[in-house]
């Protein structure tokens, strides 16, 4: 399969990159930054499938133009979308205004406008596999997530609403919902996460890979709708 995935160069984007790569996709991913692009293409190296990449911001119109533009010369195709690029957030009294903006446009514009680009593709070639990675914001609604919930919570809306319009042209839509996960995200250090990896209070960014596998891998009836995905011992507010 030829699988794009935005965001791939860090936490859950980068595992599931490497994790599709070890099981025989093409991956194409992309990230903002050179460095993380490169820790990301050398994790997934040696698989039985391959990994490249380049750097854009899915957040911008030009962004996503550049993405696009390179799948079609390097992939010449697409049969999944896993978008995993977004950006965590202050509550809204703490961020200037173009902050929160910038939070909306990574998180939810891009999604969309990045599903539109592979939908034109999969249509033509017959179908594919869109899929977005959520939140458990979007339902908890959190104390201090009022940005990143409500986007989150955008995404499940479009994502629920599109599947709908979608389904008669053979392309499953799905949403993956973490809870709490040991990424660069968390304002928590790596020797705090470490601790509630062990406590089961967060999960490993690999687990969500998992998941993402799973649900990319069903027969091409079964449409792995909604999938939420927690540690055992989950903070909700």
Known sequence: KCILVTGGTTGIGRATVALLAREGARVLTFGRHQPELDEALAEARGSRG?????TADTATQDGVRTVFAALDERLGGIDMLVTCAALGAEPMHEME???????????LAGARAGARQAMLRMRESGGGHLLFVGSISAE??????????ATKAGLQAFAETLRKEVADKNIKVTVIQPGSVATSMQSSNEG?????IASHRMLYAEEIAEAIH????????????????????QKTS
Do not use: C, H, M
Request: charged fraction near 35%; hydrophobic fraction near 35%; avoid cysteine.
């Open 192 to 196: 705090e996460q470490r601790e509630a």
């Open 214 to 233: 799973f649900a990319l891998t069903r027969s091409e009836r079964a449409d792995v709708v909604n999938l939420r995905i927690e540690p055992r011992i």
């Open 97 to 107: 205004e173009d902050e929160w903006r910038y939070v909306i446009e990574t998180n």
């Open 140 to 149: 908890i609604k959190a104390e201090g997530e009022s940005v990143y919930s």
């Open 50 to 54: 391959s990994a490249e990449g380049g």
